[in-house]
């Protein structure tokens, strides 16, 4: 509805796109804008922070794995598996580089990342679903409080999907003391040094 296009932060959620209007929403406070900023806005919009988690799952995605079998004492690399197809394939809409990338970029503004396995018919992984760590939650088991039972994701539209451990490959940049099955991200420990810098580039525009 605005006849001139705005800097946002963009997703598409339910079918429509959604946006937070960040630098230059004039009806909030700075107060206000601090508690609608999420981790991932603040990696878009913020130019250092972006660089840096760039720079991070560029590495990330020049990685080379290899797949290593035991046979007695001696380690023998495995040329061909399933699941190294599947790791390479990462999925339909996902280069190898784009899916690794992924999991430093969730990592660094959730503190997880969530890769769910996909099967054939047969029971094989043919390929991995990223799922956003915003949807997701870990049910915990009732006799073990620190081990996963299963995995949970509540989409935008309603739905719940819930998945068994086995069919998740699960990350996590620091472990949380307070809740050992949550990941922290670094981000958070600086959310006020950034939300300073973004009210000021944000002051900077206005003032200019």
């Known amino acids: 509805d605005m006849p001139v296009a705005q800097p946002r932060a963009a997703w598409v959620e339910g079918g429509m796109w959604q946006h937070h209007d960040i630098l230059t929403d004039e009806l909030t406070t700075p107060e206000a804008r601090r508690f609608l900023r999420s981790n991932a806005d603040m990696s878009v919009v913020y130019g250092a922070v972006y660089a840096a988690i760039r720079r991070r799952a560029s590495a990330m995605s020049k990685m080379e794995f290899v797949m290593m079998r035991r046979r007695g004492l001696e380690m023998v690399e495995v040329l061909s598996h399933p699941a190294l197809d599947a790791l390479h394939r990462i999925n339909e809409s996902l280069t190898f580089s784009q899916g690794m990338g992924l999991i430093e970029q969730h990592k660094l503004t959730y503190?997880?990342?969530y890769w769910i396995k996909r099967r054939n018919g047969l029971g094989v992984p043919v390929?991995?679903?990223i799922w956003p760590p915003d949807e997701v939650e870990v049910v915990?088991?009732?006799a073990k409080p620190w081990?996963?039972?299963v995995f949970r994701r509540r989409k935008a539209v309603?739905?719940?999907e819930t998945v068994a451990p086995r069919d998740v490959v699960w990350f996590r940049h620091f472990v949380d003391p307070r809740n050992l099955l949550n990941g922290l991200?670094?981000?958070g420990a600086v959310r006020t040094e950034l939300d300073t810098g973004l009210e000021a580039q944000r002051f900077n525009m206005r003032f200019f």
């Open 158 to 160: 309603g739905t719940v």
């Open 127 to 129: 390929e991995f679903e």
């Open 111 to 113: 503190g997880k990342a």
């Open 147 to 149: 081990v996963p039972a």
């Open 185 to 187: 991200a670094p981000i």
């Open 140 to 142: 915990p088991d009732a």
